[in-house]
């Protein structure tokens, strides 16, 4: 229970969890554990709704969070380029690195690898700066980013045939799916921590 309240501080919080704990006797763990969902999601955007200018602030951390890090993998990965194709001349030597990327379709699944970090990496900034509401001002950011994997999949589709198998078979179209969601949710949750009364008020 102190897991879930750091989660999600909310103050309907305890009710729920109260009605549900009396309900749980007479019910499965499977049971019990799908309503402990439920109450996340729904107090969660009871929160969002509550504070639409929080939550596009934490929305506008996500995105800012994404884009400094997309823009610092770009200079890693042109680095990375640079050296593994040909490499740079430093007085008098030439610094070089072997091409150890693996080739499609594993290329793909270490690109996911680092997007995932990407994303976990915004999961964890929300929350972190808005400690007084646990998880839920993730929420907007994780149905906002949800389908974008499989949007830009879909497209790179139909453009290049590149992804064609890799989207077609059934379990990477449910990585594709799944992951951005968990990806942030994880961020969020090693993100969150004991918020002080101050965040409570102010958040």
């Not at 070089?96 to 990407?118: C, E, H, K, Q, R």
């Not at 974008?148 to 799916?177: D, E, K, Q």
Request: hydrophobic content about 50%; some cysteine; aromatic content about 10%.
């Amino acid at each position: 229970m102190k897991f879930l309240k750091r989660l999600l501080p909310s103050p309907e919080l305890d009710a729920m969890l109260g009605d549900i704990t009396e309900e749980a006797r007479r019910r499965s763990r499977l049971w019990y554990c799908g309503q402990l969902l439920a109450v996340l999601v729904v107090c969660s955007w009871r929160d969002v709704r509550k504070r639409p200018r929080l939550a596009l602030r934490a929305t506008s951390v996500g995105f800012a969070t994404i884009v400094a890090y997309e823009v610092a993998g770009g200079i890693v990965f042109r680095v990375l380029d640079v050296l593994t194709n040909g490499g740079y001349y430093v007085s008098g030597y030439w610094l070089t690195l072997p091409n150890v990327l693996p080739d499609y379709p594993a290329s793909m699944f270490v690109m996911m690898g680092i997007n995932a970090f990407g994303l976990m990496l915004a999961g964890w900034a929300i929350a972190r700066t808005h400690r007084g509401q646990g998880l839920a001002m993730a929420l907007p950011f994780v149905v906002l980013m949800a389908p974008a994997p499989v949007a830009s999949a879909a497209i790179s589709t139909l453009l290049t045939r590149t992804n064609y198998v890799f989207v077609m078979h059934g379990l990477p179209v449910a990585l594709l799916i799944l992951w951005p969601p968990a990806s942030i949710l994880l961020g969020g949750i090693l993100g969150t921590g004991a918020a002080t009364p101050r965040e409570r008020t102010t958040s």
